[in-house]
C-alpha cells in the first residue's frame, strides 16, 4: 500500500513538471526571460516558504539552526541545479515538450538515480542504499533495471525527434515549436540534464532539516503512524534559494542585453494575463517537488522515487506534445517511434515500482 501511495504521489507531481510550460504558452509579446523569471519568482520564493508555513510549524526555526555546512551545500547544489533549471527551460524551448524534456529528464534519470547510490558506496553512510547494496538486492537489481529501461526509452524517442526533423520542412517545425533547433537544443538539454540532476543531491544534503521537521511531527502527532509526508519542504527553501540565484542573475543580463526590462510595464501587452500565466507556470511547477516529498515519504530518496518521478514527467510532456501536434507532418514510423518510446518509459515505471517492493 505504501508503495501504491508513493507511485501515486509522484505521479501527482510529475504530471505538475511535465505540464507547467504550459501556461508560458499564454503570454503574449513578452521575451523569454521575462516570463521565466516572472515564474520563477514564484517557484523558487514565493511559494516553498507558504508550503512550509502550512505544513511544518517552526519550519523558519529549523533552518536557522541548521548547520552553516548543511545550509552552504544545498545551497550550492541549487545553484548548480538552478543552471540545469535554466537551461531546461531553454531545451524545451529549441526542442519542443516531448522531445525536449525526453532528453533532458533522461540525462537527469540517470545521474539523479545512481549517483547517490554510488556515493554511498565511496562513504558510507547509516541508513543509505550504496550501489553496491543495490547490485547485491533482487530489489535493487529491478530498480537499476527500471532505469536501464527508462534510458532505452529515452535513446527511442531521442530517435523519434531526428526523423522528425529529417522529416518535416522549417515551415512545419516553426508551426509545431516556433524555435525548432536539434543541434542547439541537444547540446542545451545534455547539459541541463546532467546538472539539473543536483536537485536530488541538494535534497539529501539538506535531509538534517528535513529529520528534524520529522521529529518535530512526531512529538506532536504521538498517535500516528508512519513518516512525516512534508518533511522536505523546510529542505526546499535553502536549495530554491541556490536556483533564484542563477536563473536571477542569468535573466537580469538577458533583459538588460535584449533591452526587454520594459516588458514588465509595458501596457502594449496583455500585462494581467502574462503576469498570471507566469505565475501560475511558477506555482504547478513548484508543485511537482510538493508531492515529490510526499511521494518520497513513502518510497525513499533512492533511485526509485527519482526514476518515477522523473518517467512520470517525461510521459505528460509527450502527452503535451502530442497535444500541441508536434509531431503533425511526420510519417507513421516516426509517430510509432515516439510511441514505443512512451511505452517503454511507461514499463521502467512498473519496473522501478515492483524493485522498490521488493
Known amino acids: 500500500m505504501q508503495v501504491l501511495l508513493g507511485i501515486f504521489f509522484h505521479s501527482i507531481g510529475g504530471f505538475a513538471s511535465g ?28 511559494v516553498p516558504p507558504v508550503a512550509a508555513y502550512l505544513t511544518i510549524p517552526g519550519f523558519a526555526e529549523i533552518i536557522k539552526a541548521a548547520s552553516f555546512n548543511v545550509l552552504a551545500v544545498t545551497y550550492v547544489m541549487g545553484l548548480l541545479w538552478g543552471i540545469g533549471g535554466l537551461t531546461y527551460g531553454l531545451g524545451v524551448r529549441y526542442l519542443g515538450m516531448s522531445l525536449g524534456n525526453s532528453v533532458v529528464l533522461g540525462f537527469c534519470s540517470a545521474f539523479g ?23 547485491a538486492n533482487p530489489g535493487g537489481q529491478l530498480v ?33 515549436v516556433k524555435e525548432f533547433s536539434l543541434v542547439k537544443g541537444l547540446v542545451i538539454a545534455v547539459i541541463s540534464g546532467i546538472l539539473s540532476a543536483f536537485f536530488n543531491y541538494g535534497i539529501e ?25 512534508f518533511g522536505n519542504n523546510v529542505t526546499y527553501i535553502v536549495l530554491l534559494w541556490g536556483g533564484l540565484t542563477t536563473n536571477l542573475i542569468w535573466t537580469t543580463i538577458l533583459s538588460l542585453k ?16 502574462n503576469y498570471f500565466f507566469a505565475a501560475l507556470a511558477g506555482t504547478i511547477w513548484f508543485m511537482q517537488f510538493f508531492f515529490y516529498g510526499m511521494g518520497e515519504s ?5 533511485a526509485s522515487s527519482w526514476i518515477l518521478h522523473m518517467s512520470t514527467i517525461i510521459l505528460t510532456a509527450n502527452m503535451w506534445g502530442i497535444y500541441n501536434k508536434e509531431w ?7 509517430k510509432m517511434t ?19 517492493s521488493i
Open 19 to 46: 505540464s507547467f510550460y504550459m501556461p508560458f504558452s499564454k503570454v503574449k509579446k513578452w521575451a523569454w526571460e521575462s516570463y521565466w523569471i516572472i515564474g520563477g519568482l514564484f517557484s523558487w520564493l514565493i
Open 113 to 135: 538515480a545512481l549517483v547517490p547510490p554510488i556515493y554511498y558506496s565511496i562513504v558510507p553512510t547509516a541508513g543509505k542504499i550504496s550501489f553496491i547494496h543495490m547490485l
Open 338 to 356: 515516439i510511441t514505443v518510446g512512451i511505452a517503454v518509459i511507461l514499463l521502467s515505471v512498473f519496473i522501478v515500482g515492483i524493485g522498490n
Open 205 to 229: 544534503a539538506g535531509k538534517p532539516m528535513a529529520e528534524v521537521a520529522d521529529k518535530a511531527w512526531a512529538v506532536l502527532n504521538p498517535n500516528e503512524t508512519g513518516k512525516f509526508l
Open 298 to 302: 513513502k518510497l525513499g530518496n533512492g
Open 328 to 334: 503533425k507532418g511526420t510519417s507513421s514510423k516516426t
Open 144 to 176: 537499476l533495471l527500471g532505469v536501464a529501461v527508462c534510458l532505452t526509452g529515452i535513446a527511442i524517442s531521442g530517435r523519434a525527434g531526428m526523423l522528425k526533423e529529417k522529416e518535416i520542412s522549417a515551415e512545419q517545425s516553426q508551426m509545431s
Open 258 to 273: 535584449n533591452h526587454t526590462t520594459g516588458d514588465f510595464t509595458n501596457k502594449k501587452t496583455p500585462l494581467l494575463n
